[in-house]
């Protein structure tokens, strides 16, 4: 349990030296969130994780053809995500400020 608790207060820390610190804080708070997020649901659902690595092990080709899958799903919506923002041109920087502070 101890070491729980130090490995999550150097992360913490880390999140907010980088947000301070760095130019694209925000970007990097919000990846450590999302980042924060996985490693909660694989810490709180340990028998799912551990099943369903049973099963890519059990199946390495469908769960490459999966990955595949999901990953080029994905980059379709990252495309045309990013084509709609430079259509309405949409800097980078204005729409994260947007969505942060304006919500």
């Known amino acids: 349990?101890?070491?729980?608790?130090?490995?999550?207060?150097?992360?913490?820390?880390?999140?907010?030296t980088c947000t301070i610190f760095i130019s694209d804080g925000l970007t990097y708070l919000v990846a450590s969130l999302m980042a924060l997020a996985i490693m909660g649901t694989i810490q709180r659902k340990r028998?799912?994780?551990i099943k369903m690595t049973r099963w890519g092990k059990a199946?390495?080709?469908?769960?490459?053809?999966?990955?595949?899958?999901?990953?080029?799903?994905?980059?379709?919506?990252?495309?045309?995500?990013?084509?709609?923002?430079?259509k309405i041109s949409v800097a980078r920087i204005k729409l994260m400020f947007y969505t942060c502070f304006n919500a």
């Open 1 to 16: 349990m101890k070491k729980n608790i130090i490995l999550t207060s150097i992360i913490v820390i880390a999140i907010i």
């Open 47 to 49: 028998s799912w994780v």
């Open 59 to 86: 199946n390495p080709h469908k769960a490459q053809v999966l990955i595949t899958g999901l990953q080029i799903a994905l980059m379709a919506l990252g495309i045309f995500a990013g084509n709609n923002l430079h």
